[in-house]
């Protein structure tokens, strides 16, 4: 991930195509190992606190990139602690003005910094690495920490798609401010959370499937002098796994579709779209990991003495997952820009006149209305209508459009897969 998403992903996408000419082909073939250095060691979530700086220097046409201090250091960083061949460096760009005393900062900016020698793999000279150490979990991610002492790149390295510098040292941006130029850096890189999304939703089936398969096959107690019956006929175990499993079916369509609209959003880069995207993935890429970390506690515990057992891999799932909340973006400060997002959103709604509002307001509340089941069949409670596919996929329908409508509404959501659950449980098996 760390290769095509993030190195990879910032070069093409931030870039322009002068660095696809040159970077694309080394990094699609592994030749050109690199990372993604934008987390330093007093700034995470924040990234626009972040200090490390890259000067420009017009005498001879390059900039110089600089860790001012021990809280610059770029820190956790993928790659770099033993492949990294290059770093997609993130640095506050600082321009000389006309007073050779004063630099002006132009915002976050990224550059594209050897780190390693092509050849001998020896560190460049001016760079630091040093190994972040034994994690929790993905140990099989050699992640470091880089210290750039005035490292000296081509301006080429700048990757300009966003705002460029000239050879006289004149700065140019196709958007007019720094904030603008900073959301649409961000902006371009989704792409880790789309991702992260979709595999968290991989390890929800695989623990969902390991513990509801174990549930069948094990059994303890039953009714005097019978057999044993299967811990998963006893309404506590379903209540722990059966609604888990319909929310992995519709994490897995909601994340599927999420893929679809990121894929749509790359070919049209249509507004309305970028905005979409960005917003779903954020929310779905805090919800469903937040969900399947504490999912894979669940897990561990319906499976009793034996889930603890290292073979049955609950420890090294969770271990490897547990990070999933926090990198591409921490979960809380994540639903903050989703709940900032809906805000606005709301706003939109009651722009304009009485009579737009009114008609607006109406307009939603009939999509809404329309969109509910019947109320009648929906309350039937008849075998043949419990068991009949269409009234399931209808309620799987309303499940999926309550959680791409309102990623948070979540005691809705789970209201209703629990009742849904609920009744096949107790109507369909009886
Ligand atoms: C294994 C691993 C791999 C990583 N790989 C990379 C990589 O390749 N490249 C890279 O650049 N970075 C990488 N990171 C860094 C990762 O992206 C950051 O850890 C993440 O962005 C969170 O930043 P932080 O650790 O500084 O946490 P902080 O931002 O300090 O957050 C700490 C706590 O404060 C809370 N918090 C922060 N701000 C707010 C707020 N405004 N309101 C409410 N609560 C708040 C958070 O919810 C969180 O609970 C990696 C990290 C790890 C552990």
Same mark, same amino acid.
Not at 208 to 220: D, E, M, V
Not at 292 to 298: F, I, P
Not at 306 to 332: C, K, M, P, W
């Given at each position: ?186 902006? &371009?890189?989704? +792409? $880790?959370?789309?991702?992260? =999304?979709?595999?968290?939703? !991989?390890? *929800?089936?695989?623990?969902?499937? %390991? ?89 561990? &515990?319906?499976? +009793? $003495?034996?889930?603890?057992? =290292?073979?049955?891999?609950? !420890?090294? *799932?969770?271990?490897?997952?547990? %990070? ?107």
């Amino acid at each position: 991930m760390c290769v095509c998403s993030l190195w990879g992903g910032s070069v093409i996408n931030l870039g322009t195509k002068k660095h696809r000419d040159k970077y694309f082909e080394g990094i699609n073939n592994l030749e050109y190992l690199g990372c993604f250095a934008m987390t330093e060691l007093h700034h995470g979530s924040n990234v626009q606190g972040i200090q490390t700086i890259a000067t420009f220097d017009p005498l001879t046409d390059e900039f110089v990139i600089t860790t001012p201090n021990d809280g610059a250091i770029k820190w956790w960083i993928g790659n770099a602690a033993v492949h990294g061949k290059f770093a997609t460096v993130f640095a506050k760009l600082m321009l000389p003005t006309h007073d050779s005393k004063v630099v002006s900062d132009m915002g976050v900016h990224a550059f594209i910094v050897p780190i390693r020698d092509l050849k001998t793999h020896q560190t460049l000279p001016g760079v630091e690495i040093n190994d972040c150490g034994h994690k929790v979990g993905l140990n099989g991610v050699d992640n470091g920490a880089l210290r750039f002492r005035d490292v000296r790149i081509p301006r080429d390295n700048l990757l300009n798609r966003f705002g460029d510098v000239s050879r006289d040292g004149t700065y140019t941006s196709p958007l007019p401010t720094i904030n603008k130029r900073f959301a649409a850096t961000l902006g &371009e890189l989704v +792409g $880790g959370r789309v991702g992260l =999304a979709y595999t968290s939703v !991989g390890v *929800l089936k695989i623990a969902a499937t %390991i513990a509801i398969r174990y549930s069948l096959i094990r059994q303890q107690f039953g009714p005097p002098k019978q057999p044993e019956i299967s811990i998963l006929d006893y309404q506590s175990q379903q209540h722990k796994l059966m609604p888990m499993l319909a929310s992995t079916y519709a994490f897995h369509f909601a994340t599927v579709n999420l893929i679809k609209k990121y894929a749509e959003m790359k070919k049209t880069h249509d507004e309305q779209l970028v905005a979409d995207v960005h917003a779903l993935s954020a929310g779905l890429k805090s919800y469903v990991t937040s969900y399947t970390a504490k999912s894979l506690s669940v897990c561990r &515990e319906a499976c +009793g $003495g034996h889930g603890y057992a =290292a073979v049955n891999r609950f !420890g090294s *799932l969770r271990n490897d997952h547990d %990070i999933f909340q926090t990198f591409e973006g921490d979960n809380t400060v994540l639903l903050q820009q989703v709940a900032g997002d809906l805000l606005k959103q709301y706003q939109e709604k009651f722009r304009g006149g009485t009579f737009a509002v009114t008609w607006n307001y109406l307009r939603e509340s009939m999509n809404t209305y329309l969109s509910q089941p019947n109320p009648v069949t929906s309350r039937w409670e008849g075998e043949d209508h419990l068991r009949d596919p269409k009234f399931q996929l209808d309620a799987f329908r309303v499940i999926f459009y309550l959680f791409l409508k309102y990623p948070l509404a979540r005691e809705y959501r789970n209201f209703i897969i629990l009742s849904i659950f609920y009744y096949q449980t107790r109507y369909i098996h009886g």
